[in-house]
């Protein structure tokens, strides 16, 4: 299958997110030319500032509305691959259709546009989510067979009122089902494959400097709320309830890594660090030094919780990464945050 190698360029979709920053930053480092598409110039020139060491590598297109007939036309012409990482991200949302159908059409449309404009890329490697894998069943184990079946239900019977993770793991979901729908309705008509990064919560440094918390997406903002004080103080089930977790670097090193890998052509790829609860994260914050303004919780309470797993083997296996571990993600993250001020 057709691989796209450095010094190609690549077109990143909502480059001014917390991943896709980290993608173009990596994509930099291994020597490959990156086109951003962002919402607005002055996040285009922020980007420009902030990545000003690689010189004219680095450029951006102004796509406003993700949803709309043809946004991608003009964007991905010229390209060698994409990586499609604009999505809403939110648990906010009211509506369900305000997450799934910028989710659903942004993924769909520019995959239209590619085959229409773009004959020169060769690989898309799309930004899914281990919400597009979780679903209930007993053991929660989980691997890129999965697919999360009772999001979708969820939102047609409770529509506005099913919970927002469940309307998130939905939009999520769909998209990347109509990402492969796609391929598989115009195989004999489209010369470029299909790679779907599957992370879990996503935290790790910010690549760039920051002035308020306004401007942090929606996962690292819950890493600096929940290692906030706050009154009230969260309850030690809230503290004790269990995720999984993966560091950015590690997301964007794979988002990378997929161009280039002949074996990762029509697969889908969980990256995941490992599980976690916020008491384990306050726990390891007061293991390695003084932090007075970090609330204590219920210290230890995290270590018997039971504990949903992704597994992250085929990864591993595919492109050698090794995950970082939640001490260095927790670590870094608080780091970086304080450094901002934050």
Not at 297 to 316: C, H, N, Q, W
Request: charged share 25%; proline share 7%; glycine share 8%.
């Amino acid at each position: 299958m057709p691989t796209v190698a450095p010094p190609a360029k690549v077109l990143v979709t909502g480059a001014s997110g917390y991943i896709a920053a980290w993608a173009c930053k990596t994509l930099l480092d291994k020597g490959y030319s990156v086109v951003g598409t962002v919402r607005s110039d002055s996040k285009g020139e922020k980007l420009k500032e902030l990545f000003k060491s690689y010189n004219d590598k680095f450029s951006y297109v102004i796509v406003e509305e993700i949803s709309k007939d043809g946004a991608f036309d003009k964007a991905v012409v010229g390209v060698d691959a994409v990586q499609h990482t604009a999505s809403p991200l939110t648990f906010e949302a009211d509506d369900p259709q305000e997450l799934i159908g910028p989710a659903v059409k942004g993924t769909t449309g520019i995959l239209e546009s590619i085959k229409a404009y773009a004959p020169t890329v060769k690989r898309v490697v799309l930004t899914s989510s281990v919400g597009s894998i979780y679903h209930q069943k007993t053991p929660p184990v989980f691997d890129e067979s999965d697919w999360n079946v009772d999001a979708p239900k969820a939102v047609e019977k409770f529509g506005r009122h099913a919970p927002g993770p469940v309307k998130y793991g939905a939009s999520k979901v769909l998209a990347e089902r109509a990402a492969w729908e796609f391929m598989d309705k115009n195989k004999d008509s489209i010369d470029f494959d299909l790679v779907a990064i599957n992370p879990s919560f996503v935290w790790g440094p910010l690549v760039g400097p920051v002035k308020s918390e306004k401007e942090l997406n929606g996962t690292i903002n819950f890493f600096r709320v929940n290692t906030s004080i706050r009154d009230p103080a969260p309850t030690r089930e809230q503290l004790t309830a269990p995720g999984n977790c993966v560091d950015v670097r590690d997301v964007a090193l794979a988002h990378t890594l997929a161009l280039s890998n002949p074996e990762a052509a029509g697969e889908r790829f969980i990256v995941n660090s490992g599980s976690y609860t916020y008491q384990d994260i306050l726990d390891l914050i007061h293991e390695h030094g003084d932090h007075p303004d970090v609330p204590k919780g219920f210290p230890g309470a995290g270590k018997d919780v039971p504990r949903p797993a992704f597994l992250s083997a085929k990864a591993e296996k595919t492109f050698g990464i090794k995950f970082r571990s939640l001490q260095e993600i927790t670590v870094d993250t608080l780091t970086s945050l304080r450094e901002n001020g934050l």
